[in-house]
């Protein structure tokens, strides 16, 4: 089976929790990834940044070329990259925890287990199990805090993405910013 | 639990929009006592005012993570810096970036112009990437459309990080289409009139082989004078039978295209099935947000799959039900370009550019072609007038004829009925000459319908000529039918046979005015029908100063035997107006002048004494349109846009009464032109492109109605070429050559169908050499050169049987001067001499012909300015001294003319081309003095 065709078959059965999945798209993404993560990391650093969305672009073309990608399946892959990188995100902030050393090397088998643990975790962080409830109770608005956050695609480009107003995005956006707010801090609070 | 959701979020949502201080009155409203609902909500409202800097910054800063075994870097980014060259371009700052390239603004030092410049990234180095880089450019290379943005080069330049592919693009700047719409706060029918030509640049990229799939306001600008351009073909794909070097379908830029605006076969991802019928769709779209304000469909925090669903499934709702303003055609064109299946929209973007256009001209659209109710309902209203007199005279037609056929029959016995029956058949035949082929031929098509009529009573009048030797009734309507003919034939672009339709006319005209001597009762008439005879004989060409001059002096005499007959007065306002206009296009503008005034001294008092005279304001209309251009070429600028506008004004209001009038309509076309033609020649642009796309629309409103009118096609392709000069003349090359094409193909297809016709042979070489100029402006020195030398072959043509005229003369010397510059890069510097010299002795001539006419001056001095400069390339002291000559008999010519007050009117061009004379006799002098130093240390 041509890689392509294989991410496209992968991506429709996607759903955000099958591993074995995660980990063959891990494997077959493996490079766009790291593009893509490094871009997160190492761009801040420089000063000089691009658009995540960008990279996906150039994601889709490298993988699929002239071949026409439905847009659930875009879908799909955004999907899979923002987990990803939500993966790697927790698994340092959890590292960060244990007090483990700062700097986190992360080989590509390293890679694909920490994109695959996805969730799987007995230490979750808090604002891991908030979001859990953002994504049960308010899909579109987890959509676009894990859009924004965890891609640092701006609210500008998750509006033309998603065929909405930015208006709406940012409605979604404050919601979902107030509602983790109110789970990690608003007990306290009260 | 999902249900409690959305109830939760839509209380924030809406709570949000209101002061924190009613948040709890609110609350309390809506949740109708759940205090658990209540106390969620208030909670996240709460947390929202505390939140504000919550997961503010990256979640990256910070992190020290390091991937081992990176195989793949990112793309660096170029760091190209300000000031820095590529090729001929010097950045100024970067505007954009995407995937594999960066978008700089920078500047073009030759022409002096800001352009879009892409270029690679460096350390994008894939096959495949590069691929597509250069598919984008070839897609975007072969686009030139006033409303698409134009690539002007594509190459690689060598850098000091090696070579550096790119391509300079036109930059515009401007707002999107829909924000332009909503600030310039536009009426419904510019906002049409914007999406149409919006689809004119989508039909052109489609006829180009280029489908554009992601259109969309914010893909749509509107530049500094209202022309949308469509940028951004990156995912652009070949049509059909276009397919560009294998280039791949799909480029950077493309993510989801944007769902919005995705038409149902593109969300399937059925690629076969996208052709040009899919932007077809989205501009359906783009219209319905350009018009209603809002998107088709409402899908705040909708599931994609759920939209996706919508586009496939949903009919979106009506724009009527948006605005009720844009209920019935509009929001029917609309939703029939939103179509889900792509057999049932329009089948091209043109067809759709048609329909609005047609919408916009107040004809039945197509969209509802099915119904012939609606057609009937829609025409009925636009022609009321005309249906209603068309209607009466087919009743009276009809019944006539029975009346007739029973006569007939009794006619068998009783001679004398007969002659009854024939004379009122005479009558009738009248009527349907003069007054129902008059309430016909203005309509669209309305001339073939005359024709036809016409053709019938020609019939009819042969048949009864037997019965009825020498009846000077019959003779009578004769006479008419063959100047309606001629008419027609005119009309059409038949000049020979028009010409043997009024000459027989004016025969039948002598032989009643024989038969008539002894009476004399109808004298007059038959002088007028006479002096009819002879205009329209002029018109046709043929000694027309003869017969024009002979129509003005049969007027002048039938008023003054006649006690100011009102009709004689208006057949001797025609007459003159032709007269001046046989004039003005000879060149001889003085002569016109006073032939226009007295038509206009003769009009203002009927027009005065009774405003609603639509012939007489018609004229008065005419009058003004033509003394107008008269006005300008005589340097009379302030009289000559007073007189235009008149004309406008006045055309404007008799349109409104009569909007079938297609003579009228050309009227308006005309003063159209030369309004934009004033406007350019007084730096008012804008304007200038604002009327002459008005005049295109009515052309091409006109040239639709009536394809067979050459007229009106002649006038249809002064108006491209005209805005073709103007782009040119801003350097807009690439909204300058569409126009002219579209000129230059207009004239060939008139060529064409009347190979005989001087006119069209004229503007056919006129367009050739507008189209050779703006091959000069982008240096394709051998293009230029042979498409002068077709101009200048066929003005030559044009003067073997036209040597007096002064126009045909002064645009050949013109064609020469191109020429010599053309020769001058081709570096043949014999044949440029022979150029510049053919061009002076030709504007000597012209000018000794006509010594007052600014025109003819300044062309004269332009011709020794360029073989001063010609002289000066040769650079030896012999031929600075013979510049030298030249500048100074053209300053002394300059000096001249103004203290005799001959350039009254331009004296801005005046002080020009004097600064320029002084400049270069100047460094003439510098050369001389230096040589003469050179010489002395030698």
Redesign the interface.
Known sequence: MKADDEIRSLLRRYDGHDRAIMRRLTELLLSDLRRIASNLLKGRKRGSFLQTTVLINDAILNVFGKNHLLPTEKIKLLAYFRTAMKNVVFTYWRREKRGQSAVFQVSDKDLQEIIASNGKHEDKLDLEEALEHLAHEHPFEYEVFMLHKFLEMTLQDIAVKHGTSIWAVRKAWEFARSFLWQRLYGGEEA | ?KKH?ARI?EL??SA?ERDPGQWSDFLEAQCHGDRKLMDEVM??????G??QE??EG????G????????????PR?S?LKRGQRIGAYTLLTKIG????ADVYLAEQKNPKREVALKLVRIGVD?A??QQ?FRYESRVLGRLRHPGIAQIYESGSAETDRGDQPFFAMEYVSGPSLTKYAKREGLEMCDRLMLLAKVADAVHYAHQKGVIHRDLKP?NIVVDEIGQPKILDFGIARAVEGHDVDGG?????????????Y?SPEQ???N?AAIDVRTDVYALGVVGYELLGER?PYD???????K??RGILEEDPPLLGSVNGALSGEVETIIAKAMSKESARRYQSAAALADELRRYLAGDPIEAKANSKYYVLRKTIRKYRVPVAVVTVFLVLLSLSTIFITSLWFQASEQRSNAREATSLTHSILNQVIQEFEDAVRPLAGGKQVSERILTQVDLDLEKLRPLVESDAALEDVLMRLHEKQGDIAYAQGRHAEAAEHYQACLQVNQRLVEANRSSGDRSNDYRLDMARAHRKLGLVGGDAGQHFEKAVRLCELVIAQSDDSLEAKYELCRARVDFAQHFFDRGQYRSAAPLFDSVIELAQPVIESDGDDYRWTKLFTMAHLYQGRNLFELGEEESALASLNKSVELGQSLSRRQPTDTELRQVLLQTNLKLGVVHYDSDHVDRAQGVLEEAIVIGQYLTKADPSVTAWKGDLREAHHELARLFLAKKRLAQAKPHCEQAVALADDLVQVESGNPEWRRNLASSKMLHGCILVSEEEWQSAFETLEEAKAVYQALLLTDKENAELRAKLASAFDWLGKCAMRLEDSEAALDYYTQAYEMRQALHKGQPDVPKRIFDLVLSQTKLATWHRSQETIEHDKKAAGLLNKAKTLLLEARRLDKLAGHERRFKRTLSHIDTVLGRIAEDAQAQKKAGGGS
């Open positions: 639990m959701s979020r924030f949502y949000m909670a996240l409202l709460t947390s929202h505390q939140s919550f997961l990256s979640f990256y800063e992190m020290n993570i390091e991937f081992v075994e990176e195989s793949m870097s990112v980014s760091h970036e995407g995937g594999m894939s495949e990437q597509r914010d791949p379908h799909t480029a950077t830029g493309e993510f989801f295209g944007t769902l919005a995705m969300c399937t991802g690629s998107m899908w705040q925090s909708t599931p994609i799959a939209q996706i």
